[in-house]
């Protein structure tokens, strides 16, 4: 498959579950990202990855654990959210850190119970 | 840092009709300005960019104008279709300065009524 691929689609947790987001691209790109898609706000830039080395965290609850383990896989790990981290989270690539030409996957919404 | 505002939130339009999105942002030295659409339940897919030293750019149907001097940047599409129908993102970012923090605007709703 091409492109950018996130599992799970659809994701429900209760707060005190422990739960990891996985995101591959196909596309050799250098840089991942994890975006955080609530209504009606914008989107949220909230880790990226350059050649599997974090170069943003953007004071990202620690609830919220990425790892990078090569360029081409990125997880997030979910521990004890709050309803409120209720969201679709979208993870994107691109060539190299810098923003431009982001390539999103179709995202995992995730209900906080 | 970067603010976008991005107006109008929602938007319905006649089938053939022009539609208008249009962005401000507060950082002069932003230099980078893409347009993603998302149709429901899809990724976000980026349809048109734009750099600062351009004032306008077309893509077929899709065109982008950027006044650096009004700090504001508007998407136009002509003759809509319905499978124009999508939240339409707008974005602005100071590219290449090391920089990872791309600043989206909320979102505009854009309905295209057959």
């Known amino acids: 498959e091409t492109g950018v691929t996130q599992t799970p689609r659809h994701l429900v947790m209760g707060m005190t579950n422990k739960k990891s987001l996985k995101c591959e691209q196909h596309?050799?790109?250098?840089?991942m990202y994890w975006y955080k898609q609530s209504a009606k706000k914008p989107l949220e830039l909230m880790f990226v990855?350059?050649?599997?080395?974090?170069?943003e965290n953007n004071s990202v609850p620690s609830r919220f654990s990425p790892e990078c383990p090569n360029s081409s896989h990125l997880f997030l790990h979910l521990h004890t959210l709050q309803p409120e981290d209720s969201a679709l989270y979208l993870c994107?690539?691109?060539?190299?850190?810098?923003?431009?030409?982001?390539?999103f996957g179709s995202g995992t919404q995730l209900s906080v119970l | 840092g970067e603010n976008v505002e991005q107006h109008p939130s929602t938007l319905s339009v006649q089938e053939g009709d022009s539609a208008v999105i249009k962005c401000t942002y507060s950082?002069?030295?932003?230099?980078?300005f893409p347009w993603y659409k998302q149709e429901l339940g899809k990724r976000p897919q980026l349809i048109i960019d734009?750099?600062?030293?351009?004032g306008e750019k077309k893509d077929q149907r899709i065109a982008v104008t950027l006044n650096k001097t009004a700090k504001h940047f508007s998407l136009h599409i002509t003759e809509t279709q319905p499978e124009d129908s999508a939240v339409y993102f707008c974005?602005?970012?100071?590219?290449?300065?090391?920089?990872?923090?791309?600043?989206f605007g909320k979102g505009t709703k854009l309905s295209v009524i057959p």
């Open positions: 994107a690539s691109s060539q190299d850190a810098g923003n431009e030409k982001l390539f």
């Open positions: 596309l050799g790109h250098n840089a």
């Open positions: 990855y350059s050649l599997e080395e974090r170069v």
């Open positions: 950082d002069s030295a932003s230099n980078y």
């Open positions: 734009i750099r600062s030293n351009v």
């Open positions: 974005a602005a970012t100071l590219s290449g300065a090391g920089s990872y923090q791309l600043t």
